[in-house]
């Protein structure tokens, strides 16, 4: 660790390379460091300044002094200083050992922007590492918006003012910025206006001067804030020694320079072992070359994954090395060098990214790729699924490969052309990634943690997104962790979480679980000062009750201090359960300091326990005095099942004579109780079948699965849990299977049994990770259903169709390949379809589609087959719902418009009339109107109007709409010239008129596009406008329409060329959809 300085501006070191004085606090992500005295250090970016600082820094007092000087002055003094030098003058080495003892009461933030390692030589790097170390200075989440990185600056400037410190940035080697040498985009751009005593410190050659991107008033640009740094004897000495160990490489063996030669074109990120299969030498002969002649031009730092255990990777020493080696190379040699490092990944991907791939494939080159902006390339790695498998293993989560995808979008998005078949299947692994994290149990992560897997426990728990679940994850986890001895991991989950609350919720259970462990005197060692009053109020409340003489009017006396209702409620409860099993008049005690449920809940754990040791009486007279009839009900109820010789009859008597609601809450758990209190597994399964909620049979089921473990009956419990998945609605479905399968994980951890525990949890994560449920996959394949089908293969559509739920979920799925199939394929599979689905709504759409392709093919006899099926519905479907029976006539209605004669039409208008308000016969003819639109009828359509009393204008409004849309564009005019105000009517004619306007003036109906405020709306019409534009333009406003909605809805407007190549997105997501299968 690092050890606090005697002296200030005596010699200083480094961990890495020997001992460093100073006080420092490391914090935030793999890429982040804040300084603070006394704090424990924990940033990976940290490692990074060691590395960059030397052994011992000679020669560099005044400066050091004057640095401090600088952070320390009074206000008001400059709030920018910038240290200029010549190359090789020791400037990095001063930064890296000033940051690493910074003055007294100064919280530092540093980047070190370098060209040695990829990525840490532009804005985007700079944004992400400063960002994560301010949140860590506030105590808040991350700000990953570059705009408002100033502000943040300013809020932590304030926050360390008021906390009697001082905030320095130090930014070191801005000549190394990427983004300022391309012309834009610097992060001197992003240096913050100094306030709130803020300061400054930034570092870099004597050219370039100020990037041009930095504003003229920025006080980077103010005159006096130079300051020259002489070279130091030192620096000069290892520069010699280094350049002639490069020298010495690059007119040594081919094998020396090709190793120099690969190190320099991945720039970073290379293990000896990679060098060895690249230059096609023994690893030993790699190593050797790296630890001796060249030792000192080479770096060493931590791989980025499993540091622990995976080999270290090499850098060049000096950002200058890497330039100098680079232009001795020459473009032509390292273009050979990248093509070599192209067909090396290109290995490794053929042969499915196999567990033996090197970290720098699955990390490094991606980099690589899009740093020399090969857009395809880079999206074909992130839309890779073996590659985003391997991620998932080596990195232990799902952040990196989510990352990656983020990346290839971004640039897919941003291109002048963007790939349209690339960017969806992007978008496909995304959505899908997003849903993983979505579904992942709360109760996994403690699981994985318990079999041993820390690494991938925090991964998983970390990447979860719903608040909720993943609060409960790492609450858990860190109740695991602890348990298993691993305090300081437990410490380091909670640390590196940026909310607030839940950070100090964290360190709060540390000792909470080593209480209910009963290691008292370990759990007050633990008691971290830096926790809310309230959770240190909590703590002690607990220790105080936790002991063989528990003080409980002092521990009822610290609980009711705690000003938060919901904590102080848990404290309570909490201090009560752990005085049940020893003292229950005390838990009493505690009880009635608690109102309502709470009260009533601890009551009954007490009655249940005074029960168990055999004061059956007096836990009844509790019962009856805590007042719960339902509670009461189930108690006795459970009593009674427990020694009935057929408890079934029970169930079926009490069956009929108590509510759904009150069977599934009440009487099925007492079962369920009762059953596995006596042993009598057998018979619960028939008790399961009897259910009908969702959620109490999900309930139930788990119970009875976990007691058959308890049973010994394990395969029996695992063939039990495979049968539990048939038969439930998508959502509702994912949640119960997940919660079991890490339900039946948890028992067989609780009772010894490793292996099966593994393998249920591998069950429940697989699951969790496929596309079950989410709404966005049944919109990819309704997609690519209607892609196969624009494309002519009819069979292919055919084939999806069995991949959409028949369920609530699937149905709309369902009826919109209907109407894919009644628009291209063959009308008897279409109307095969359309009859077979159950909902009246369901039908309509796709029997609209179909009758006009019958009309416009001349087929009458069809069409009158048609409406004589209609006609059969309107006879046979009265619902005595409302809701049903409008939503069925207004779905009869559309349909006989769509296929009906006029004289049929109004007569059937003139019946729904009778029996329906305005409002409800305007809801019933809406669609209806569209179908006489479409077909030319205005006529027909205008009698319709004229049986509404009111709302006409605005049924007359949909109509004129309807007929632009049809084309009848005289007909529309004709309509619209009865009565109207012209500026209501624009506004309900643009998401047809625009269309209709991109013939004749495409740039006009574009800009009126963007204008639209609903961001689907905006989407649909930008994507009818772009069949009219020219090639280049078209592609540019279906890549918008993307951006603001999601990738299917361009489908209907790709062309011919890019509809084929989206059949292999069909085949990528179905061995997605049935990865588990």
């Known amino acids: ?81 910038w240290w200029r030098a010549a190359p090789w003058a020791g400037k990095s080495a001063l930064m890296a050992t000033f940051v690493l003892a910074p003055p007294d009461s100064v919280r530092m933030v540093s980047f070190f922007v370098t060209a040695r390692s990829l990525g840490d030589d532009r804005r985007e790097a700079f944004v992400d590492v400063v960002q994560e170390q301010l949140a860590e200075i506030l105590g808040t989440a991350k700000d990953r918006d570059a705009r408002n990185l100033n502000a943040v600056f300013a809020e932590a400037a304030e926050h360390c003012r008021e906390r009697g410190e001082r905030l320095v940035l130090l930014v070191d080697g801005l000549d190394e910025d990427q983004g300022a040498s391309a012309g834009g985009h610097s992060i001197a751009a992003l240096l913050p206006l100094p306030a709130h005593g803020l300061r400054v410190i930034v570092s870099s050659r004597f050219n370039p001067g100020v990037p041009s991107d930095v504003r003229e008033d920025h006080p980077v640009r103010a005159p006096g804030i130079e300051r020259s740094l002489a070279p130091s004897p030192a620096a000069v000495t290892a520069r010699g020694d280094m350049e002639r ?363 249940r326990r005074l029960r168990r040791d055999g004061e059956t009486a007096r836990a009844q007279d509790l019962m009856q005095e805590a007042g719960d009839s339902e509670r009461l009900f189930r108690a006795s109820l459970t009593e009674e099942l427990t020694v009935a010789a057929e408890p079934l009859e029970v169930v079926q008597r009490l069956s009929s004579e108590l509510g759904e609601d009150v069977r599934d809450r009440v009487l099925f758990p007492a079962v369920m109780d009762a059953l596995t209190a006596s042993g009598r597994l057998e018979a619960i399964p028939a008790v399961l079948d009897s259910m009908t909620g969702t959620y109490q049979q999900d309930e139930a089921t788990i119970r009875f699965i976990t007691a058959l473990v308890a049973d010994g009956q394990t395969e029996r419990a695992f063939a039990y849990a495979e049968k539990f998945e048939p038969g439930r609605p998508p959502r509702l479905f994912l949640f119960g299977v997940l919660r079991l399968w890490t339900a039946l994980a948890e028992a067989l951890l609780k009772h010894g049994d490793q292996a099966g525990a593994y393998r249920a949890a591998q069950r429940a994560e697989r699951l969790a990770r496929g596309p079950l449920g989410d709404h966005r996959a049944v919109e990819a394949i309704t997609a690519l259903a209607g892609t196969v089908v624009a494309a002519g293969d009819i069979r292919r559509a055919e084939l999806l169709a069995p991949l959409v739920p028949l369920d609530e979920g699937g149905r709309g799925t369902i009826r919109e390949l209907a109407e894919l199939l009644a628009a291209e394929g063959d009308f008897r599979v279409a109307e095969k379809l359309i009859r077979g689905l159950e909902l009246l709504p369901s039908k309509a759409p796709p029997m609209v589609v179909l009758a006009r392709r019958l009309r416009n093919a001349g087929d009458r006899a069809a069409l009158a087959g048609l409406a004589g099926y209609v006609r059969s519905l309107a006879e046979h479907q009265e619902s005595d719902r409302e809701f049903e029976r409008r939503s069925a006539r207004r779905a009869v209605m559309t349909m006989l418009c769509a296929v009906g004669e006029p004289a049929e039409i109004i007569e059937l208008a003139a019946r729904y009339r009778t029996d329906e308000e305005d409002l409800g016969f305007e809801d019933t003819i809406a669609e209806g109107l569209n179908e006489l639109a479409a077909r030319g009828e205005a006529a027909v359509a205008l009698e319709m109007i004229g049986l509404l009393s009111r709302y006409a204008e605005r049924v007359r409004r949909d109509l004129v709409s309807g007929l632009l849309e049809a084309g009848h564009l005289e007909q529309a005019e004709a309509v619209v010239g009865v009565g109207g105000n012209a500026d209501e009517r624009r506004d309900r004619l643009l998401e047809v008129f625009l269309p209709e306007l991109a013939r004749h003036d495409p740039a006009r109906a574009v800009d009126e596009a963007r204008g639209i405020e609903f961001a689907p709306e905006r989407a649909r019409v930008l994507v009818k406008i772009a069949a009219n534009l020219a090639p280049d333009e078209r592609k540019r406003v279906l890549a918008e329409a993307v951006r603001i909605d999601h990738w299917a809805a361009i489908v209907p407007a790709l062309d011919t060329g890019e509809l084929a190549g989206l059949l292999n997105v069909a085949d990528r997501l179905g061995a997605l959809r049935h990865q588990d299968e």
């Open 1 to 81: 660790m690092v050890q606090d300085r005697p002296d200030r501006h005596g010699p200083i070191t480094n961990q890495v390379l020997g001992p460093v004085t100073g006080s420092v606090l490391q914090v935030g992500h793999v890429d982040s460091i804040t300084y603070s005295a006394g704090a424990p250090a924990r940033s990976r970016y940290l490692e990074w300044v060691r590395q960059v600082a030397p052994q011992q820094l000679v020669g560099r007092e005044e400066e050091l002094a004057e640095l401090a000087r600088f952070c320390t002055a009074p206000d008001p003094a400059p709030g920018y200083v």
């Open 245 to 607: 160990e490069v020298d010495a490489l690059l007119r040594g063996s081919a094998g020396e320079k090709d190793l120099l030669g690969f190190l320099v074109a991945a720039r970073g990120g290379l293990t000896s072992s990679d060098l060895a299969e690249l230059t096609q030498r023994r690893e030993r002969e790699a190593e050797r070359v790296l630890n001796s002649v060249a030792s000192r031009s080479f770096t060493r730092r931590p791989a980025h994954w499993r540091a622990g255990e995976a080999p270290e990777i090499f850098l060049l020493a000096h950002e200058t090395l890497q330039r100098e080696a680079a232009e001795a190379l020459g473009p032509d040699e390292l273009a050979r060098y990248l093509e070599a490092l192209d067909r090396w990944a290109g290995g490794y991907r053929d042969a499915g990214w196999p567990v033996d791939t090197p970290q720098f494939l699955l990390r490094g080159y991606f980099r690589l790729v899009r740093e020399r902006g090969d857009v395809a390339a880079l999206a074909d790695l992130a839309g890779d699924q073996a590659r985003q498998e391997r991620l998932l293993d080596v990195s232990g989560g799902e952040v990196a490969a989510m990352e990656d995808l983020e990346a290839a979008r971004a640039a897919l998005l941003d291109s002048a052309e963007p790939d349209l078949i690339r960017l969806i299947t992007v978008e496909t692994y995304r959505d899908n990634f997003r849903q993983r994290n979505k579904n992942t149990p709360a109760a996994l992560p403690a699981v994985w943690a318990a079999l041993g897997r820390a690494d991938h426990a925090v991964a998983l728990a970390q990447s979860m997104i719903e608040p909720a679940p993943r609060r409960r994850a790492l609450l858990e986890l860190t109740g695991t962790l602890v348990r298993r001895g691993e305090i300081d991991r437990a410490r380091r989950l909670a640390e590196d979480e940026h909310e607030p609350d839940l950070r100090d919720a964290l360190l709060a259970e540390i000792p909470f679980s080593l209480l209910r462990e009963g290691r008292l005197a370990e759990a007050a060692g633990q008691r971290d000062e830096r926790l809310s009053l309230s959770r240190r109020k909590r703590i002690d409340a607990f220790l105080v009750a936790a002991g063989p003489e528990p003080e409980v009017d002092r521990a009822l006396l610290l609980a009711k201090a705690i000003p938060e209702e919901e904590l102080r409620t848990a404290t309570l409860r909490m201090v009560g359960a752990l005085l049940v099993a020893g003292h229950p008049d005390l838990a009493l005690r505690v009880a009635d300091a608690l109102d309502g449920s709470h009260r009533v809940s601890l009551v009954f754990d007490v009655a």
